[in-house]
């Protein structure tokens, strides 16, 4: 890639890149996407080959390390995790004070942000020790504060980790059992979600990860850089696209089911109509891990006798756009959100978890990209410049001659 910053700089330009469509904010060794062929790979290994192969710790361990573990760092890596699950019962009374009907996102990104009140004295972005026992408490806790803000917005009380357990069952048991009953997991949910969880584990600068640097590169520390992450996620453009395909399918089908009618509605541009997880900013192709989503849907909805009907009607939804000029034209293709929401919903998961399920499956990605920039010694903070269309000098006017 060209550096045009210091080319520019030498003229007194600046580029102006709505979106940062064209621009490289970073170097980056962590993954890599070829969005017209449809290719992404993390550390080099294509995606095909991870998801359904390596278990969602081992990709979690290639992101942040670089090298897929050997047996014994494996087993090292998830015994340190299983220590680290618990949440101080101070952090737990947070999540009485929100609204009975909080949306889990905000709660949390504000648990996350909370984290580092808690652990003031390892937060020094410098100091490895410090940088990785944050890393462990992050990946340990996020998914009880999940399960947490879970129970909370179903007013259920709340469970103990069971760190006899994994970090996929551990969530599964916190979120769905109850304190003092036998909460028996199912094996073929748990390979299922840990299998979404390495398809969302990274992908290079996306939006809430471009958040999580850009706060990173001011210094912060990492729970406050990944709590900035977790509200870029919950966005309907970007994480809370899952969400917002889900009710898409159920307005489709309670109007009647007339999805010709609804592409027209898309191809008009009527405000806010947009077909919710389709498209991509670098995919203009078939997403990936949408590929392997749809295929995932098919077998998990079987299993858990989820809803056909809307299976169904994604199928036909997909179908018609993909044969339509207007999304041919534009390269419109399905992500990974398209087929995601179907398969939470089978699983259990009411809608407004979904975007929380996102979260934790994107978290070793904003971790190892967090790291990563801090310890590039190029790194600088992240200070976009603009192009100012604002009224030129003008003389100010006193309040009793306006
Ligand atoms: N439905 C209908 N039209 C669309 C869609 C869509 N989902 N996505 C893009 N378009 C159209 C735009 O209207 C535009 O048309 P135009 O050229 O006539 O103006 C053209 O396609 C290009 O779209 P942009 O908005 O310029 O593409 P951009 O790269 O900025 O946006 C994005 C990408 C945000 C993902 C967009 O496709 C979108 O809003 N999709 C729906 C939301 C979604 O599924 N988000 C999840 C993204 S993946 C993730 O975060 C996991």
Redesign the pocket.
Known sequence: GLDVSKLLATTGQVALDI?F?NTASCTSAITYIDGDAGVLRYRGYPIDQLAGKASFLEVTYLLIYGELPTADQLAEFDSRLRRHTLLHEDLKQFFRGFPRDAHPMPVLSSAVSALSTFYQDSLDPFDAEHVEISTIRLLAKLPTIAAYAYKKSVGQPFLYPDNSLGLVENFLRMTFGFPAEPYEVDPELAAALDMLFVLHAD?EQ??STSTVRLVGSSHANLFASVSAGINALFG????G?NQ??LEMLESIQREGGDIPAFVER?KR?EPGV????????VYKNYDPRAAIVKQTADTVLDKLGGDNQLLDLARQLEEIALSDD??VE?K?YP????YTGLIYRAMGFPTRMFTVL?ALGRLPGWIAQWREMIDDPSTKIGRPRQVYTGETERAFVPLDER
């Not at 309907?236 to 994480?239: I, K, R, W, Y």
């Not at 992500?335 to 398209?338: A, E």
């Open positions: 979106g469509v992908h996306n939006c309907p453009l970007h994480g696209a917002s395909v898309v541009k947009k077909l919710m997880g389709f498209g991509h900013r207007y999304f534009r419109l992500n990974v959100d398209f996102f």
